[in-house]
């Protein structure tokens, strides 16, 4: 790797300082951005372009101000069409929009387009869209990792300068390993949900993508806080991450290595990278300790009892009445719901509310949902049991890099299984980051960070130390070079 | 879990979904294999584990009993499929 591979060292603190002395203007960020979505337009990784994005009003001196930015498809955004890659929605224009779109929106951030995924954010390729797949920026024959897979393609394409994005399962973290992006996901409870499309609402929380941990700083810090309108939003003060960024040292730290999720299926590339990445932490100053997670085994069989059960009561709305797809020609009111339903919802999505509903239904409720959830407190535990120990834990985020697009669409088991290291996360409801620690030939490694609830800016500091140290996340796709 | 046919069918019918009968069989085992995944948890002893809702437990605030909500009616009907003098449409119920 040389220097001409690598992404010069460029924050949004420094574009904004750009902005602020006249360096630049929104209108030459957003014609960067036009020509960037036109050159990786074969990446599939946009739904909807907005012909026309809008400038934004004068500056309030928000970091974020002028700059451009995508949204992951199932965030509403008012008078722009939001379709959660669904069929069912392909035609809905919602009449609100998500409450971080307003907090955005109100920063000055310029939304250029809305990022494809999998249908309703089930999946971990965003092969389940029903826009079609999105291709890797650094191997388009590969999976650009879902179900955020249009937000880490167009951050690792340099489309955008962030994007946001949605974790229920690893939707952030398992993309942004695939495309070598940084992501966040949140705290669950840490940034309003009003107007993002549900999936399974004990697990899903919204986020961001971007290409450091300053950026995904500065994004989440916009979005971030309590809203009304959610009631699991937290009235919790939100912390000044670049402010504990800026005072964080490594010295001291504990980090925790959850032995289960350097098990059996991890590539030994992955594992090696992610060595190499404990090392350039310990000789920072960083302590490493093992911890266990003994029931961490559970965790994807956890979550997927527990996801399709709450999506399949979230995807009752889906009824071809109030909005989204309707059915021709139908006799009657339940035929209206059953063919409406059967034609707008794609298999993936199908395949996990039958499981919901089967899990749900008389006699099978106590044997699989509740005992999902008891298995989830175990799970939970075990988190704090191991921060006891150390003050985050680090990992492998996916077992491999990026697949081939088609290799694992038709075994939703070996799909599943890609999301080993990142649902248990969910699951506990913590905050946790994918950020890039190496290469495996042309495909990127990603590095998971697992911080105790509220303790994003403990994440994003040691983040941060890291990618000083390293150039992983200036990587650029051979495309870029 | 072994799923017969039938058993789709009315999980199915359950949740407003209609597979074609060609495609059953491979649905049933393609179900049971996810069932088998997750049925592992038989094996977890949880006997005096809670079960967890939500994660940290939250105590969700209760909001004021009051109107928050303006009248919104046409820009959420806008959407409707199908509209009429501000109801949404759907098929005849009562003969």
């Given at each position: 790797?040389?220097?001409?591979d690598l992404?010069?060292?460029h924050s949004?603190r420094d574009?904004?300082?750009?902005?602020?002395d006249?360096?630049t203007?929104?209108?030459a960020?957003?014609e960067q951005?036009?020509?960037?979505l036109?050159?990786?337009?074969?990446?599939?990784?946009?739904?909807t372009r907005l012909?026309a994005p809008?400038?934004p009003?004068a500056s309030g001196?928000h970091?974020?101000?002028?700059v451009?930015?995508a949204?992951?498809?199932?965030?509403c955004?008012?008078?722009v069409?939001?379709?959660?890659?669904s069929?069912m929605l392909a035609?809905?224009v919602?009449?609100y929009s998500a409450?971080?779109?307003?907090r955005?929106?109100?920063?000055?951030a310029v939304?250029v387009g809305?990022a494809?995924?999998?249908?309703?954010?089930?999946?971990?390729s965003?092969?389940?869209?029903?826009?079609g797949p999105?291709?890797?920026?650094?191997?388009p024959?590969?999976?650009?990792g879902?179900s955020?897979g249009?937000?880490?393609a167009l951050?690792?394409a340099r489309a955008?300068?962030?994007a946001?994005a949605s974790d229920?399962?690893?939707?952030i973290r398992?993309?942004?390993?695939?495309?070598g992006v940084?992501g966040?996901k949140?705290t669950?409870?840490?940034?309003?949900?009003y107007?993002?499309?549900a999936y399974a609402?004990?697990?899903?929380q919204?986020?961001?993508?971007?290409?450091s941990?300053?950026?995904c700083a500065?994004?989440?810090?916009c979005?971030a806080?309590?809203d009304?309108?959610?009631s699991t939003?937290q009235a919790?003060a939100?912390?000044?991450w670049?402010?504990?960024?800026?005072?964080f040292?490594?010295q001291g730290l504990?980090i925790?290595l959850?032995?289960?999720?350097?098990?059996?299926?991890?590539d030994v590339?992955?594992?090696e990278?992610?060595?190499?990445?404990?090392r350039?932490?310990?000789?920072?100053?960083a302590?490493?300790?093992d911890v266990?997670?003994p029931n961490?085994?559970?965790?994807?069989?956890a979550?997927?009892v527990?996801?399709?059960c709450?999506?399949?009561?979230?995807?009752?709305?889906?009824d071809?009445?109030?909005?989204g797809?309707?059915?021709?020609?139908?006799?009657?009111?339940?035929e209206?719901?059953?063919?409406?339903?059967?034609e707008?919802?794609?298999?993936?999505?199908q395949r996990?509310i039958l499981?919901?509903?089967?899990?749900l239904?008389a006699?099978y409720?106590?044997?699989?949902?509740?005992?999902?959830?008891?298995?989830r407190?175990?799970?939970?535990e075990d988190?704090a049991?191991?921060?006891?120990?150390?003050?985050?834990?680090l990992?492998p985020t996916?077992p491999?890099?990026?697949f081939r697009i088609?290799?694992k669409l038709?075994?939703?088991?070996a799909?599943?299984a890609?999301?080993?290291?990142t649902?248990?996360?969910?699951l506990?409801?913590l905050p946790?980051m994918?950020?890039?620690?190496?290469?495996?030939?042309?495909?990127?490694?990603?590095?998971?960070?697992?911080?105790k609830?509220w303790?994003e800016?403990l994440l994003?500091?040691?983040?941060?130390a890291y990618?000083?140290?390293t150039?992983w996340?200036r990587?650029l796709?051979?495309s870029?070079r | 879990m072994?799923?017969t046919d039938?058993d789709?069918r009315?999980?199915?019918?359950?949740a407003?979904l209609?597979?074609p009968?060609a495609a059953l069989?491979?649905?049933?085992?393609e179900l049971?294999r996810?069932?088998?995944l997750v049925?592992?948890?038989?094996t977890?002893a949880?006997?005096?584990?809670?079960?967890?809702?939500q994660?940290g437990?939250?105590?969700?605030p209760?909001?004021?009993d009051?109107?928050?909500?303006?009248?919104q009616?046409e820009?959420?009907?806008a959407v409707?499929?199908q509209?009429?003098?501000?109801?949404?449409?759907?098929?005849k119920?009562i003969?």
């Open positions: 790797m040389s220097d001409r992404a010069p060292l949004l574009l904004a300082a750009e902005l602020a006249g360096a203007t929104p209108a960020l957003l951005s036009r020509a960037a036109d050159a990786c337009a074969g990446l599939n990784a946009l739904i012909p809008a400038a009003g001196g970091p974020l101000w002028g451009p930015y949204h992951k498809d199932l965030f955004t008012a008078g069409r939001t379709t959660a890659g069929k035609d809905f919602p009449p409450h971080i779109h307003e955005l929106d109100a920063a000055g939304l809305k494809n995924m999998d249908e309703f954010a089930m999946g971990s965003s092969e389940h869209s029903a826009f999105v291709a890797n920026p650094h191997d024959s590969r999976v650009a879902g955020s249009g937000s880490a951050v690792a955008v300068r962030f946001t229920t399962g690893g939707s398992q993309p942004a390993a695939f495309c940084t966040i949140p669950w409870g840490r940034v309003s949900r107007g993002m499309i609402s004990s697990l899903d919204a986020g961001v993508i971007a290409t941990a300053v950026d500065i994004a989440l810090q979005i806080g309590h009304r309108r959610d939003s919790l939100v912390p000044d670049l402010d504990q960024l800026d005072r040292d490594l504990r925790g959850p032995t289960p999720m350097y098990g059996e299926g991890i590339e992955v594992l990278a992610v060595a190499e990445a404990r350039v932490l310990e000789q920072a100053g302590k490493v300790v266990d997670l961490a085994g559970w965790a994807i069989a979550y997927y527990i996801a399709p709450e999506a399949s009561s979230n995807l009752a709305r889906y071809g009445v109030r909005f797809h309707r059915a021709e020609g139908v006799r009657n009111l339940e209206l719901y059953t063919r409406s339903r059967t707008g919802f794609g298999a993936e999505v996990r499981i919901g509903s089967f899990a239904s006699g409720y106590d044997a699989y949902y509740l005992k999902a959830q008891r298995v407190r175990l799970i939970a988190f049991r191991a921060f006891e120990h150390c003050d985050l834990l990992s996916t491999t890099p990026a088609g290799e038709d075994d939703p088991l799909m599943y890609a999301d080993v290291n649902v248990a996360v969910n506990a409801g946790a994918s950020l890039p620690c190496g290469y495996v030939g042309r495909l990127p490694v990603g590095l998971q960070l697992i911080g609830s303790d800016g994003l500091a040691a983040a941060h990618q000083r140290r150039a996340h990587v796709p051979e870029l | 072994k799923l039938a789709v009315r999980v199915a019918q359950l407003r209609a597979p009968d069989p491979a649905l049933a085992a049971g996810i069932l088998d049925e592992v948890l038989d977890a949880t006997d005096d584990v809670i079960p967890l809702r994660p437990d939250p105590i969700l209760l909001r004021a009051a109107v928050t909500e303006s009248d009616r820009a959420l009907q409707a499929p509209t009429a003098g501000g109801y949404y449409l759907v098929p119920v003969e």
